[in-house]
């Protein structure tokens, strides 16, 4: 750990020393297609209050598990730079990094960057369609959803929050069926399954959707599937297959959009009957649907947004006072269900600035009616003061 760690720090600080010739390319017009170079870079994070805390301290993949109630501090939740730039009029070459809230710490407890994306787009290998190699964003929702929904600086999506990767380290096409309008399209990926961390396992994680834009692009439909081999061998099988459907009309004015999945997780938990001890692989189905809303009040200058989620992690299972469940798959404890909402006002100043207050609550309802009161329902409550600033283009 300690070693990959200084590995990753040794590489970004390659990255980072490199960044200064890129810029002065970019000033100064060197030649060849160095100089159409693009840097991005940005930051949001938050100064929090937790008004509430959840008596049992439920939500796994819920960033504010376990913090007590009346905590409060500044944070950083991501610090991201990338570069790309073109080879030639058929190549292109990525590489980004990035820093993220609790997840991403050295053994000292300090953030620490990571490399994100790594990767060569080969345009147009067949007409409309490109090849990527290497780390680059999966197709579960950074292509169409996470932008539709605009504000992942105040949460990531219902499937990234049960940590559906975002980016993966394999082969992909990105391809649309009209490449002259491009209201039609596909992304397939095969990958590791494990983002940036290395693998040697011999099973892969495949990705696929199909996207339109209908109606002047103005309505966006995006359908979205995966399947992972998670453990495979003699006597115990276990695998997860996703479904999403993503839906959003969206104008200048407003958007509004839901998105729905099914995840069969098989063998995804243990039933262990607390009187003979006896226990029971069993089947999971995890179900979660959202529906968000966001738009303009001031032109250019402040915005509001609203989201409602809700996720039951075992469709069509009841647990009995005698029955206790223990997930097998991470971040879908089979236990409870969860009731999750955000809203809050976009204050921008300048279009590369973002100051938004915002709530984030998640509520917590057991699936075992035997529990009564707090540990039958809880919930999380933060107040926060969210910022994001764009610092590179």
Not at 71 to 83: C, E, P, S, T, V
Not at 257 to 272: D, E, R, W
């Amino acid at each position: 750990m300690f070693k990959l760690v200084k590995f990753e720090a040794a590489i970004c600080g390659l990255a980072m020393a490199f960044l200064p010739i890129f810029l002065h390319a970019q000033q100064h017009g060197s030649t060849g297609f160095w100089n159409q170079g693009r840097l991005t870079g940005y930051i949001f994070g938050d100064y929090y209050y937790k008004a509430h805390s959840d008596s049992l301290s439920r939500g796994q993949a819920n960033q504010y598990t376990g913090i007590p109630q009346n905590a409060n501090a500044f944070q950083f939740r991501r610090i991201y730079l990338a570069y790309e730039t073109p080879l030639n009029d058929r190549f292109q070459a990525q590489l980004g990094v990035a820093a993220e809230d609790v997840t991403d710490v050295t053994q000292s407890g300090k953030y620490a960057f990571y490399i994100k994306f790594a990767n060569l787009r080969w345009k147009n290998i067949w007409k409309g369609t490109d090849l990527i190699i290497g780390q680059q964003p999966t197709p579960a929702f950074v292509p169409l959803e996470e932008p539709t929904w605009k504000y992942r600086s105040v949460e990531r999506t219902i499937a990234d929050i049960r940590r559906t990767p975002s980016f993966d380290m394999g082969a992909g096409l990105q391809g649309t069926f009209d490449p002259q309008t491009k209201n039609f399209g596909y992304n397939l990926l095969v990958g590791n399954g494990t983002g940036a961390k290395p693998s040697s396992s011999r099973f892969k994680w495949f990705y696929a959707d199909l996207w339109a834009k209908l109606f002047q692009q103005h309505l966006v439909l995006d359908l979205y599937a995966d399947y992972d081999r998670m453990h495979w061998q003699p006597g115990f099988h276990q695998s997860r297959n996703m479904w999403k459907l993503f839906a959003a009309y969206t104008t200048p004015q407003f958007t509004v959009g839901a998105s729905a999945f099914i995840n069969f997780l098989k063998n995804g938990m243990v039933a262990t009957d607390l009187v003979s001890q006896v226990s029971d692989t069993l089947n999971q189905q995890a179900s979660g649907v959202s529906f968000f809303a966001h738009g303009q009040l001031v032109p250019d200058k402040l915005h509001y947004f609203a989201r409602m989620d809700l996720y039951n992690p075992a469709d069509g299972k009841a647990l009995t006072p005698q029955t206790q469940w223990t997930g097998l798959v991470t971040n879908y404890d089979p236990q409870n269900t969860e009731r999750f909402i955000t809203a809050g006002l976009d204050f921008t100043p300048i279009p590369q600035v973002h100051l938004i207050p915002n709530i984030w609550y998640n509520q917590y309802t057991s699936k075992n009616d035997s529990f009564k009161e707090k540990a039958y329902r809880d919930y999380d409550l933060v107040y926060r003061i969210t910022f994001y600033y764009v610092f590179a283009k």
